[in-house]
């Protein structure tokens, strides 16, 4: 079966004054247009194109990979806003329409906005809709506390910025926890902090190798790795310098770099943090 909104690898079935037409292995058709035939192919061959529908509502294949597939959420430009609704840069000739009913808040020229693309069920084309909510659950999470996790940047809030947590489930950054810039559509590592009640997920940016260092602690190696073994700050220094090289409060500067002492990781001089 063809799978409108992904990627299908079919083979060349024959070749038309219109293009040539791909065959799964069901024997279903799809049309490849001239633009996007080969210059040098065979019968048989495979090729790995994305289907989606024409003006015409046809199944049509390309080679040219959309910014955003179905099931999946991207930061995508606004090109035009008509009476039906809004029409979205996808990186295909045809742009991804998102509906009135499905936008947050109203869509302009040259606006950029964080949505899902999905497959409408009554017309069969594919859309987009920024309410990106409702295409998340925390019901049933597929995450545990620790776990290092892929995140989205959704929408900020009062109280930190809210994420799309491996694509799935929705989670928060708080404020006293982000020290580096984010925006809407941002794309970075993070992990699970906690799971507090009603399975809202508190999320740390950053990465960790093995659970019994923390992510702070981690960094703080990770730099020690980049300058050669050697960090030029202490207790003593100023909260916004190690704010600027290591994206963290000092308060959180001293309880990992005790963690690593403890471990006998890192060796503490009067000028500086060294790699044991």
């Known amino acids: 079966m063809i799978k409108i909104g992904q990627v ?3 083979e060349i079935l024959r070749e038309t004054d219109h293009g040539a037409y791909l065959v799964d292995e069901d024997g279903n058709e799809v049309l490849l247009p001239n633009r996007y035939v080969p210059e040098s192919f065979k019968i048989w061959d495979k090729l790995d194109v994305f289907v989606y529908l024409d003006n015409e509502e046809r199944p049509v294949a390309t080679t040219d990979m959309p910014y955003i597939m179905v099931g999946e959420f991207a930061l995508l430009r606004c090109n035009a806003v008509t009476e039906f609704g809004a029409f979205l840069d996808w990186g295909l000739v045809k742009e991804l329409f998102c509906p009135f009913k499905e936008q947050a808040f109203k869509m302009k020229p040259k606006g950029w906005y964080l949505v899902y693309c999905y497959l409408d069920e009554k017309t069969g084309r594919l859309a987009a809709s920024s309410k ?19 995140l989205i940047v959704s929408h900020p809030s009062d109280i930190g910025m809210n994420v799309i947590v491996n694509k799935t489930h929705m989670g928060l950054i708080y404020k006293d926890s982000i020290f580096t810039d984010l925006s809407v559509g941002d794309k970075l590592k993070g992990i699970v902090k906690k799971i507090r009640p009603g399975n809202k997920l508190d999320i740390a940016l950053g990465q960790i190798g093995y659970r019994n260092i923390e992510p702070n ?28 090289v ?25 000028d500086g943090i060294y790699l044991v």
């Open 217 to 244: 602690a981690e960094r703080i190696l990770h730099e020690l790795h980049d300058n050669s073994g050697y960090l030029n700050l202490t207790d003593k220094s100023n909260p916004e310098e190690i704010k600027e």
């Open 8 to 10: 299908n690898t079919l």
């Open 246 to 270: 290591l994206q963290m409060s000092k308060k959180n500067f001293k309880k990992a770099v005790g963690s690593l002492y403890k471990q006998k990781q890192i060796e503490i001089k009067q």
């Open 132 to 150: 990106t909510n409702s295409f998340l659950d925390n019901k049933v999470l597929t995450v545990s506390e620790f776990d290092e996790v892929d």
